[in-house]
């Protein structure tokens, strides 16, 4: 999960005691600056995660009413669990989101804190709200659309929600904390409970809304990936050659990427052991830019050493900022 959470405005008062003295010195208009700057931002922020928030809710509010709900299918962790509780119960679903979301709350207090714990209250009980007053039209009775748009749309509103610092679905707050109970990783604990509920869902509905159910958490998992963690890909690439200074060249003059560079020295190579002072140079590049980069090395230095991983997303830096060159 991509822990984003801001604290509610609050504005400080910097004061300082002279020496001797009982009365506290007047703030320093850098300091007065600096805090209200702080207050400013984190105004900005908070707007911007209800803004998120408010979103995500409707539009996983527009994916269950607008195209599972009506056609029968399920999705995976706590929504999935009350939407097969829907149907086999017959109780509301904005009833059972609340109360099926109760446990993950709870664990969310103790895992994370009080403010995700308050957001999430409110995120939830307000999907409830739009699911039981908000009337939204049925698209499309096509299985096929159902699961892929219905599985998008939701996945969008709890990718957006958790963006803001809130969840609509708790099953990662619970895996969380078994994992730390155990040795099982994240992704295994969530799995298995999937697992359980597709395989109930084959008992009491059948095994082809089951089928499309997975399908739907498919398409509602990737789109949550996507909007968590960033549509665009980016490749961390650190390269190790006596030539750095003529490769760092090409990649701020040509590229029109930054480079971060570190001191490096000796190795081993075809001739055995030798030590030489160099500096490692390290980059990000989209997967655009990938291929001409790696010409580019070639083209200097062919036997440079070259790592290459990839990076969710990024922050600041030039990357988002300059567009690609020929």
Not at 21 to 29: A, D, E, F, M
Not at 118 to 125: D, F, H, L, M, Q
Request: proline share 3%; net charge positive; glycine share 10%.
């Amino acid at each position: 999960m991509n822990p984003h959470f801001q604290q509610l405005i609050s504005q400080t008062v910097v004061r300082q005691k002279d020496k001797g003295q009982n009365t506290p010195r007047k703030s320093s208009k850098y300091q007065e600056a600096k805090s209200q700057y702080r207050v400013r931002k984190t105004f900005l922020i908070n707007i911007k995660d209800s803004l998120l928030i408010l979103i995500g809710i409707f539009s996983a509010g527009f994916g269950l009413k607008s195209f599972l709900l009506p056609s029968d299918f399920i999705d995976g962790g706590a929504t999935g669990i009350s939407l097969l509780l829907a149907e086999i119960t017959g109780l509301p679903i904005y009833f059972l989101i609340l109360l099926v979301n109760i446990p993950f709350i709870f664990f969310g207090y103790h895992q994370i804190g009080k403010t995700f714990t308050i957001k999430t209250i409110v995120t939830i009980s307000a999907l409830a709200i739009v699911l039981a007053f908000v009337e939204y039209p049925i698209v499309t009775s096509d299985k096929l659309l159902v699961a892929v748009f219905g599985g998008f749309f939701l996945g969008a509103g709890i990718g957006l929600t958790v963006r803001g610092g809130a969840v609509l679905d708790g099953t990662e707050v619970l895996a969380i904390f078994i994992s730390k109970k155990t040795n099982a990783t994240i992704g295994d604990i969530i799995a298995v409970i999937n697992v359980v509920i597709f395989s109930t869902a084959a008992y009491f509905l059948s095994i082809e809304s089951a089928l499309y159910s997975m399908l739907t958490y498919i398409a509602a998992s990737k789109t949550v990936d996507y909007i968590i963690e960033g549509i665009e890909e980016y490749t961390g690439v650190t390269i190790i050659s006596p030539k750095s200074e003529e490769i760092r060249q090409v990649i701020t003059e040509k590229l029109g990427r930054g480079v971060t560079e570190y001191k490096g020295s000796g190795g081993f190579g075809k001739r055995g052991y030798t030590r030489m002072d160099m500096n490692i140079i390290f980059t990000v590049v989209t997967r655009l830019e990938i291929s001409r980069l790696r010409t580019e090395i070639e083209l200097i230095d062919p036997n440079a050493f070259v790592v290459m991983h990839s990076i969710k997303d990024t922050k600041g830096g030039m990357i988002k900022k300059r567009p690609l060159k020929n």
